[in-house]
């Protein structure tokens, strides 16, 4: 599904825009998963616990014995193309800075911004259309937090993935 060999993806050196194509982006990222991961049981290693967050969690289904690697390489692959048709392009931030500064971040979000994930009680990532990025920056400047562009070419973890995420349910 990648449109060319996984291996030469993951492993030769290639232009980092390749992975702004998330039908290129996320099956290498979960087959790399899966590989390191069965990298460590080779050498004895195992987990007691095992977990993913976003793409991460099918190979953290593979992983944890209940998705057959195939069956999550063929989901991955749909859940990319999905993802390629039918969500709009967006950005993402990773922002930090004390807890009160970033309530008042969050606060004060733009209608079309989201926070996508809450990585600590200092950092956040927020996810909005394309576009809204600088309505976000200058809000991240107003506000004393601090932040950093992710190469994330979709709002991912937002309601904007949603027609993605339907044609899988």
């Keep these: 599904c990648t449109g060319g060999d996984l291996i030469s993806l993951c492993c030769d050196a290639v232009d980092s825009a390749l992975f702004e194509d998330t039908r290129k982006a996320q099956p ?3 087959a790399m998963a899966i590989a390191l991961y069965a990298n460590w049981r080779s050498l004895g290693l195992s987990a007691s ?3 993913g967050h976003g793409i991460g969690e099918i190979a953290a289904a593979v992983a944890a014995g209940s998705l057959q690697i195939k ?4 989901f991955t692959c749909a859940r990319a ?3 390629w048709k039918l969500a709009p392009r967006g950005e993402m ?4 800075g004390h807890a009160e500064a970033l309530a008042s971040f969050r606060r004060q979000l733009p209608r079309d911004a989201y926070v996508a994930a809450v990585n600590s009680s200092s950092q956040i990532t927020v996810a909005c259309h394309h576009g809204d ?7 991240i400047c107003s506000c004393g ?5 992710l190469r994330a070419p979709y709002p991912f ?3 904007a993935m949603s027609a993605a995420a339907a044609v899988l349910t």
């Design 93 to 96: 931030w990773a922002v930090e």
């Design 133 to 139: 990025g600088e309505r976000v920056l200058e809000l």
């Design 49 to 51: 616990t095992i977990v």
């Design 81 to 83: 193309e999905a993802i």
């Design 71 to 74: 069956d999550a390489i063929e």
């Design 157 to 159: 973890h937002s309601p």
């Design 28 to 30: 290498a990222a979960v």
């Design 145 to 149: 937090v601090s932040a950093t562009r």
